[in-house]
Nanobody, 125 residues
Framework: VQLQASGGGLVQFGGSLRLSCSASGLTFHDWSVGWFRQAPGKEREAVSL????????WYVDPVKGRFTISRDNAKKETYLQMNSLKPEDTAVYYCAVDDRNYPVDYFIEFGMNNWGIGTLVTVSS
């Protein structure tokens, strides 16, 4: 399994970015997808997930209403549209996938079993 994330960069407060993650080496539609982030000096946190357990998007509270996760199974890609960005959104963002059919709570707590290289998002104030 290989994951390639892109779309990070420098953006001003209130701006938007769209992260993309391209997957290969897997039957994509059978896998849960997720975006995680790690800010400087902080632990990694789950940002948004879609688990095959219920196929319902989940978002961490601080990004609700601003971020949207989606997936294109035909293209084997997942996306994170990030609007109204804030300086506290600054972090390295990672896409991840997992072939286990678990509820999102499991992935929030323990992460996923395949990770891409992160892409840096920097939001200036």
């Amino acid at each position: 399994v290989q994951l390639q994330a892109s779309g990070g960069g420098l953006v001003q407060f209130g701006g938007s970015l769209r992260l993309s993650c391209s997957a290969s080496g897997l039957t994509f539609h059978d896998w849960s997808v997720g975006w995680f982030r790690q800010a400087p000096g902080k632990e990694r946190e789950a940002v948004s997930l879609i688990s095959t357990y219920d196929n319902k998007p989940w978002y961490v509270d601080p990004v609700k209403g601003r971020f949207t996760i989606s997936r294109d199974n035909a293209k084997k890609e997942t996306y994170l549209q990030m609007n109204s960005l804030k300086p506290e959104d600054t972090a390295v963002y990672y896409c991840a996938v997992d072939d286990r059919n678990y509820p999102v709570d499991y992935f929030i707590e323990f992460g996923m079993n395949n990770w891409g290289i992160g892409t840096l998002v920097t939001v200036s104030s």
